[in-house]
C-alpha cells in the first residue's frame, strides 16, 4: 500500500487447482482473504466462481492447457475469466 500510494490496487485469487492449500478454506485460500481484507485490498475470488477444472476430468480436458487441471486454455480463460475480471477491474 505505501509503495503504490494513490494507486488502485487488487488481487485475485485464481480457480480451485490440483495444490491442495488452493481450495476455499484451505490455507492459501483463508491466507489471500485475510490480507486482503485485513489491509482492505478488494479481491475477485475466482476459487467460487470459476469451476474446480482439476476436479472435472470433462472440463480439465477442454478448458485447460494439456490436460494439466490448472492453466486455462484460450477458450477457458474466454468463457470463465475475462468477462468477471474485466467486470471487477472496472469496479476499482
Known sequence: L?????????????????????????????AAVACCEKWGVPYLD???LVPPFAHIPSMRA????NDDGTHPTVEGYNK?????????LKTL
Open 80 to 88: 470463465f475469466y475475462c468477462d468477471k475480471i474485466e467486470a471487477w
Open 46 to 48: 475466482l476459487s467460487v
Open 62 to 65: 477442454v478448458y485447460t492447457t
Open 2 to 30: 505505501a509503495r503504490f500510494s494513490g494507486k488502485k490496487i487488487g488481487y485475485i485469487i485464481v480457480h480451485k487447482t490440483y495444490a491442495q492449500g488452493m481450495w476455499r478454506g484451505g490455507d492459501y485460500h483463508t
